[in-house]
């Protein structure tokens, strides 16, 4: 038994010791990626579930490593986030994603807002707002046209959050909370926060057909997000039930592969943005 142990014991540590190494090069890979420009954006229009019509888009980041190809963010934004590296990459995303808005409403399309993640490394950063406020000035694009997601993780320390999400309200830039129902927050929080809009996280949606208890969240999400006079999405509605039953709830708004899979800016230009009339 001695040996088969041993043989465990080192399969364990090699495998471990090729983590760590492939975490540290994949960061020093990812410190290189923003100054090589192999980072970038999709965007997932989101829909009325009212009139159908697209409202809004999310811009979700990728990268494109020169050796490993497309690496999905749930890989590499845990590492950007332990590494710092979050910081930078995360303004090259809002400013990425505020110039493209920008550029298309120049380009003369009708104009909807653009939703950029914000992560905890940046929420806790003293200066976000006056960043933020930057950034749009840069660009030209006006507040009303840019919405950030926090998570509710980020609203745990409350008087720091209070005080972070004020700064940004008063820019004009809206707050939506984002995975809305899998954190532990309590919701007393919730009417104390300057926010706009709850997500839903998907993994509600995806069983509100077959989940008894799923569908009574969603519907008690959305019920409450009216009563406090929220706006509400639901993330990852893949199917025409799922959009039926979120259509009987009056959740306002809808994104995901039923609608659209996230595109890159082109195609998003292309299939689904509109040409202001006249
Ligand atoms: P998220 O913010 O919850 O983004 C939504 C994720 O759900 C995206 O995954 C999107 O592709 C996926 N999704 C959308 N519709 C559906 C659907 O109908 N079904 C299913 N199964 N999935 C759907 P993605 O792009 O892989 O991003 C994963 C996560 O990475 C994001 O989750 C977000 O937490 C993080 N992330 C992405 N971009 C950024 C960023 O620029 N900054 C930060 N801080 N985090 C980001
Ligand atoms: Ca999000
Ligand atoms: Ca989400
Ligand atoms: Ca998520």
């Known amino acids: 038994h ?7 014991f080192i399969r364990y540590t090699e495998t471990m010791k090729k983590r760590t190494q492939s975490k540290v090069e994949l960061e020093n890979d990812m ?31 990728r990268w494109n490593h020169p050796k ?21 990459l995360g303004e090259w995303v809002l400013r990425t994603a505020c110039r493209d808005t920008r550029n298309w409403q120049i380009q003369g ?20 707002a006056d960043k933020v406020d930057a950034i749009l000035r840069e660009v030209g694009l006006e507040a009303d046209y840019l919405e950030l997601e926090v998570t509710e993780s980020m609203t745990f320390d409350i ?22 129902g899998t954190g532990y927050s309590s919701l007393n929080y919730l009417k104390n926060l300057p926010i706009d809009r709850l997500k839903i996280d998907r993994s509600f949606v995806k069983e509100v057909m077959l989940d008894g208890n799923d569908a009574a969240i969603v519907s008690t999400i959305t019920t409450m997000a009216h009563h406090l006079k929220l706006k509400v999405t639901a993330e990852g ?6 959009l ?22 082109a195609v998003l230009e292309s299939q689904f943005l509109s040409r202001l009339a006249g």
């Open 31 to 61: 410190r290189k990626a923003l100054l090589r420009g192999e980072f970038f954006l999709e965007y997932q229009p989101q829909f009325s579930l009212k009139t159908g019509k697209m409202v809004g888009m999310e811009a979700l980041v």
């Open 68 to 88: 490993r190809g497309l690496i999905s963010p749930g890989e590499f934004i845990p590492l950007a986030e332990e590494s710092g590296l979050i910081v930078p």
């Open 109 to 128: 399309y009708e104009p909807v807002c653009v939703s950029v993640n914000l992560s905890m490394r940046q929420f806790r950063q003293y200066n976000l």
């Open 2 to 8: 001695a040996k088969e142990h041993d043989l465990v």
């Open 237 to 242: 509605v893949e199917n025409e039930e799922q």
């Open 244 to 265: 039926n039953f979120l259509r009987e709830q009056n959740c306002h708004e809808g994104q995901g592969y039923l609608f659209s899979r996230p595109v890159p800016a």
């Open 159 to 180: 008087e720091t959050a209070l005080s972070q999400l004020q700064s940004l309200k008063r820019l004009g830039v809206h707050i939506s909370i984002d995975d809305f």
